[in-house]
């Protein structure tokens, strides 16, 4: 992704070679305070554009590719994202049928600053051997997974994936089954109403959770 300077003294950020007026869509647009120059610095103000520093748990370096907006950034501090392996003790458990996407990472994003607002959080990708239609971004908070892809992700022009999120804590590129369970609600569709997308009656009264969130308005399950 390059940052571009208009002629105007606005900024846009092109996940391309081309311009800021080119045939592509910008990922984000407008007046910015930016603080990408030294990745780990976040400064105060509006519609501030960052990158985190990153480590591994060990705290050695390691190179990512995330790029976040926030609405607006109070204090400035400290911004830093640790990368989890696949097999380690810090590893959440995914969602029944969901694996990971690409590098088998997680992404603890972390910052001593105080905002308010949404933050946008976009990753690149490598999209060989990937089915990019089931390509979901989720967020662990409150000891649940939730789906945070945001509308037109991913972006599959130029392998990016966004999504938006108030709180911080770990976030992972995931393939989402269809439907594990064949109740006629995707997994990602399961998200909202607190269905188990492993069990297609998920409150065992008989009537399939597609049924009850689509036609009988009846649903009272939550995920077990």
Not at 59 to 73: A, H, Q, S, W
Not at 102 to 126: A, K, P, Q, R
Request: aromatic share 8%; glycine share 10%; with cysteine.
């Amino acid at each position: 992704m390059d940052l571009r300077l208009r002629a105007n003294g606005t900024f846009c950020i092109r996940p391309d070679a081309d311009g800021c007026e080119g045939t592509l869509p910008d990922l984000f647009s407008g007046t910015y305070n930016i603080s990408r120059v030294l990745a780990g610095s976040l400064n105060s103000g509006s519609n501030v554009v960052a990158t985190p520093s990153a480590t591994d748990e060990l705290g050695n370096p390691e190179d990512t590719d995330i790029v976040l907006k926030f609405d607006y950034v109070a204090t400035p501090g400290d911004l830093s994202v640790t990368v989890i392996v696949a097999g380690s003790v810090s590893e959440p458990q995914l969602p029944g049928g969901f694996t990971l996407a690409g590098s088998s990472s997680y992404y603890d994003i972390t910052t001593t600053s105080s905002f308010t607002g949404e933050v946008e959080v976009c990753f690149n990708y490598v999209d060989t051997g990937l089915d990019e239609s089931l390509l979901k971004l989720l967020h662990f908070s409150g000891g649940a997974w939730s789906d945070i892809t945001a509308a037109g992700y991913p972006y599959t022009t130029n392998n990016v994936i966004c999504g938006t999120t108030t709180p911080f804590s770990i976030f992972v590129r995931i393939l989402a089954p269809d439907d594990s369970d064949g109740d006629s609600l995707t997994d990602r569709q399961e998200f909202v109403p607190g269905t188990n997308p492993n069990s297609p009656d998920t409150d065992l009264d008989g009537l399939d959770d597609g049924s009850e969130v689509n036609i009988t308005l009846t649903n009272k399950s939550i995920i077990v």
